[in-house]
């Protein structure tokens, strides 16, 4: 059964950083792309940042590029988001979620697992 656990949520005020982890299991994780995506009330689901399954390719949004990285550990079956610099517009629910193939993926449909969510809430 594959399980995917986001950890590292919390309530922060603005210009302060977290640490997102997700640790999957269930499945051969270096065979697989991750992804960290958030959803704030009344907004679609959208991809915070997407990282291949060797971790060599990456994408991250424009919205928080320079303050958010996406990284991961293949030893560890896990993957990280370090956002720095956090603002009250990124206050949301996180969501990891897994993909098979080579390539991150942008959309939400690609990926076939998730995670049940770690909320963010950046303080003004």
């Known amino acids: 059964q594959v399980q995917l656990a986001e950890s590292g949520g919390g309530l922060v005020q603005a210009g302060g950083s977290l640490r997102l982890s997700c640790a999957a299991s269930g499945l051969r994780f270096s065979s697989i792309s991750m992804g960290w995506f958030r959803q704030a009330p009344g907004l679609e689901r959208e991809c915070v940042a997407a990282?291949?399954?060797?971790?060599?390719?990456?994408y991250h949004a424009d919205s928080v590029t320079g303050r958010f990285t996406i990284s991961r550990d293949n030893d560890k079956n896990t993957v990280y988001l370090e956002m720095n610099n956090l603002k009250p517009e990124d206050t949301a629910v996180y969501y990891c979620?897994?993909?098979?193939?080579?390539?991150?993926?942008?959309?939400?449909?690609?990926?076939?697992?998730w995670g049940q969510g770690t909320q963010v809430t950046v303080s003004s």
């Open positions: 979620a897994a993909k098979s193939g080579t390539s991150w993926s942008r959309r939400t449909y690609e990926y076939n697992y």
């Open positions: 990282i291949s399954r060797s971790g060599d390719s990456t």
